[in-house]
Each structure stands twice: as structure tokens, then as C-alpha cells.
């Protein structure tokens, strides 16, 4: 029998020496396997880190649960299969890994990136996760209660399944660990920030930085020399003020509820109304909670969904609640990217991203038509045409420019874990 000992495992072409022979094989081994847990789910992509080929995608929901299942979609091959017990993500890892080998992907693999959410002020590089790291993880999920502790399970499924590959976590807040005191801190007792670290971080990181750097070339300039204000629209809403590539301000906060409406979030409200709905109202901290995370924002005002596509149509048919709800989205949305003039003294444009802002002519519509004071001036046909994954400039030629990019935050993640292991900048 072949042993194979491995001799190094950073570089993206791996060498291994067979001891029976005692001559050196080499081995194409440069995919990254991209993790992303929540708290039922694990999204996992293979991906080429050079040019972002996807070569699988699996999808496992339900975790915890004894529906839970996982599918699997490789080129044509598309597959789906329940998952054994204890139902977690270790089991939809072991069942990713089955289909791996089957499909004799498993040796291409050279690291798993891992997304993870709260990376607090300690993290604002891709790092190699170690003990340290992972007690970091930990700690971090007083910031990130229903995130961190997700993402810290797919980290040890991973690790014990593919004990012998490097493991790298990209902070979702990493890329606004550039933003200056002045954006980041609340008007709070500035001791909550020293001691309890009460503070704005920002998240959606990876997409920001990914649609800013695809307009920097769009532009044919260096993304440090550019000026961009990028809006994620999503079910998760945030807009960021990007000054010479770096993250300056942005509208998520301590939490992901500050900000923008979206899809089950309020966005920012007056901290009043949670005094009001406790002391008048009756409402206990849990019910506050649940109102303003899962019960508000366009579901909240339309009384009829959070998905944007079924508000446009119901919009459309004459429901004046969904009309309200769009109404209110738009112009928060307007307002927002207008409250981050004061970053700037020269603006490039404005980036629409996430499966609203790559999507919705209509949104893209109504936001632009509200910020004529800035130059922005709607191409109708150009809007019309940038959906369903096509990017383009919507704007007209005297406008300051407005671009749709489709994010893709797997492969900042599997770039990133690549540049880190090859140490490159
Ligand atoms: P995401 O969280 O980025 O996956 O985005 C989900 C949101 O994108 C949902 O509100 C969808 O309704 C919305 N969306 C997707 N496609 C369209 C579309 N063609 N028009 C309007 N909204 C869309």
C-alpha cells in the first residue's frame, strides 16, 4: 500500500513525497471549500480562488431538526439527502464530504474559508484560526448571540473532519475596522465603549468590499484612489461610505438592526418607542426583541411579506400598504446614502448590490429619482436591463455614475483564505 506523507501545505499546488517509491507527486490542490453556518443552515461552496469557479454549491437547512437535509448541485448534477443524526453541522459536513469523495473533488481542496460575522476590534484581517482564535469566536458572541456561536460549530465540524487543512475565518466586520472614531462611536458614556466595547461595527464587510473593488476596475483605477457609496440591499439592508477603498462610515451598528428598513427589521427607531412598548404597552424585552428583528421593517409595514419581489406585485395590483412599505424602504434608503456626503469630498458613484439592489429596477428607480440633488440621474432602459446577474452603469451620461454589481461574498472568502495560506497582500 502507497503511504503518503505530506510535505507542505500552504501553497496552492501541493507536493507530496511517496515513501515507497521516494519520489515527489504533485497534486493540483487549489480550491478553497467556502463555509457559511447559521443557526439551522450551512451554505458551502468549492471554489476556484483565481477566478471565483464555483464547482459545487451545497445547501444544508433544517439542522437540529429530524427533517434536516442537504442538497448538492455540481455543474448538471444536482442531488438532495437527509442528513443522519444529531441532525447538526458536523452531519451535513461528514455528508458533504461523502459526495466530495464521490465526485473526487475531496483532494482538490487546499483550506476552508469560513465566514464568520463578529470579528469585535480584534479581527480586521482574514485570519488562520487556532485555540485562540476560536476562544476570540467565543467571546465575541455577547456581539453576535445568534451568529457567532453558528459559525464557531462549522468551524469545529470542519476541523474534525478535514483535520489535516488549514482553517481561515473572514470577519464580516473586518472590513469597518477602518472607520474613524467619529463614525463608530454612539453618543453614549464613552466608558461603555472602553469597557463594554458598545460601539458600531458595521457588517455585509465582504460585499462592500467586493462590489467596490469590481467598480475600482470598472473605473480602471486602484480601489485606494477610489470613492464609492455601496448600498447591500437584501433582506439584511446596509449602505457604506467607502473613501479611498476603505470603509468609513456605514449604517449597521453594535447589531445588524441599526440603520436602513429591510426585509423583518426596523432599522433605526427612536429608543423611546422601546420605553413606551415596555412601560405603556406591556411588552416584555423578548417581545421587543422579536417585534423589531422578525416582525417589522417591510413585513411589519405591509402586513404581507418581507419579499420585495411580492410587495412590487402587490404594489402593482393597488394594496396601498404594500405601496407604503416600498414607499418608506425607498426613502429611507435615499436618505441614508445622502447622510454620508459629509465623507467625501469627491464621489466616483454609487454601487446597487444584494438580491434587492441587484434586482429591482423599481427601487433602484425611486431611490435615484429622490437624489437629483446629488447628480444622480436614472438610464430607465440601462435599470431595465440589470437583473438576474447582469451588471451595468444605470445612470445617464451627465449623471454622476450608478452601477448594479452582483456581490459574491464566497469568493472574497475563498480569495482572501488563499492570499492569507500564499502569503500575498
Ligand atoms: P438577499 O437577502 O440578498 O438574498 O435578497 C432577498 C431579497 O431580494 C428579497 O426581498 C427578494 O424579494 C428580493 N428580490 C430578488 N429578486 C428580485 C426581483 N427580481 N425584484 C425585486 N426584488 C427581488
Known sequence: MKTLKQIKYQTPILAYTDVNLNTQIIYMKNNILVINCGS???????????????????????????????????????????????YDHQAAIQSLVAFLTQQSLHSSICAIGHRVVHGGEKYSQPTL??????????????????HNPANLQG??????????????????TAFHQSMPEKAFLYALPYSLYKEHGIRKYGFHGTSHYFVCKNAAKILDKPLEQCNFISAHLGNGCSISAVKNGKSVDTSLGLTPLEGLMMGT???????????????????????????????????????????????EQASADGNDLAQLALQIFCYRIAKMIASFVPCFMQLDGLIFTGGIGENSQFVRSQVLAQLSLLNFTEDQSANQHCRFGQSGNISTENSRPCWVIP??????????????????K
Not at 129 to 146: C, F, W
Not at 269 to 293: A, C, K, M, R, T
Open 129 to 146: 484560526i487556532s485555540e485562540q482564535v476560536k476562544t476570540s469566536i467565543n467571546e465575541l458572541a455577547k456581539l453576535a448571540p445568534l
Open 407 to 424: 456581490t459574491n461574498e464566497e469568493w472574497v472568502i475563498a480569495e482572501q483564505s488563499y492570499q492569507l495560506l500564499n502569503g500575498a
Open 40 to 86: 439551522s443552515s450551512l451554505k458551502c461552496s468549492l471554489i476556484n480562488p483565481v477566478n471565483g469557479d464555483i464547482i459545487f454549491f451545497a445547501l444544508a437547512e433544517k439542522l437540529f431538526t429530524q427533517d434536516a437535509l442537504i442538497s448538492f448541485k455540481q455543474g448538471e448534477i444536482k442531488q438532495t439527502t437527509p442528513l443522519i443524526s444529531p
Open 265 to 311: 427589521r426596523s432599522g433605526s427607531i427612536d429608543p423611546g418607542i422601546i420605553f413606551h412598548l415596555v412601560e405603556q404597552l406591556g411588552y416584555s424585552l423578548e417581545q421587543v426583541n422579536i417585534l423589531l428583528n422578525k416582525e417589522s421593517g417591510l413585513l411589519g409595514v405591509s402586513q404581507l411579506t418581507n419579499d420585495c419581489r411580492e410587495l
Open 155 to 172: 468551524i469545529n465540524a470542519a476541523e474534525t473532519i478535514f483535520s489535516n487543512l488549514p482553517q481561515v475565518a473572514i470577519f464580516d
